[in-house]
């Protein structure tokens, strides 16, 4: 966040928050060592989907599966930069969950092990900052 690394959106043009934009990096990527191009794709991930979920009219908390899961700063900054309440869902994929949930109907709840809440790993303290940098 210090040092303003940052992957601007977007890369798939005509789709997502933003359409027109034409994603870039702050820096060039080649210069950065593998965990900094990996926290400010972090990052650039949480952003996007705040801003999608956004557009979406999205509420309420927020459950992250799969391998976003396993990306505890994506987790975390998402928390922030939403100010909503994130979970890590307990199972691998929401697929089985999903199809269970359908099957059992609206009053039926399936037995699933508890998702997990994020914590607090990382100093993101200049976060809201650096998004505002970051959409400008």
């Not at 928050?17 to 650039?44: H, I």
């Not at 922030?80 to 609206?106: F, H, K, N, Q, Y």
């Amino acid at each position: 966040l210090d040092q303003r690394i940052m992957v601007r959106p977007t890369f798939v043009a005509g789709c997502g928050p933003f359409p027109t934009n034409k994603g870039s990096w702050s820096v060039a990527p080649d210069t950065l060592s593998a965990g900094e191009r990996t926290a400010a794709v972090s990052l650039y991930l949480a952003l996007v989907t705040r801003s999608a979920m956004a557009v979406a009219g999205a509420a309420g908390p927020i459950i992250i599966e799969g391998p976003f899961g396993r990306d505890v700063l994506f987790a975390e900054a998402l928390q922030i930069l939403t100010g909503r309440s994130v979970l890590i869902a307990a199972g691998a994929t929401g697929t089985s969950t999903g199809a269970a949930m359908l099957a059992l109907g609206p009053n039926g709840h399936p037995k699933l092990v508890p998702d997990r809440p994020v914590g607090c790993i990382y100093d993101l303290d200049g976060l809201q900052d650096y998004a505002v940098r970051w959409i400008s």
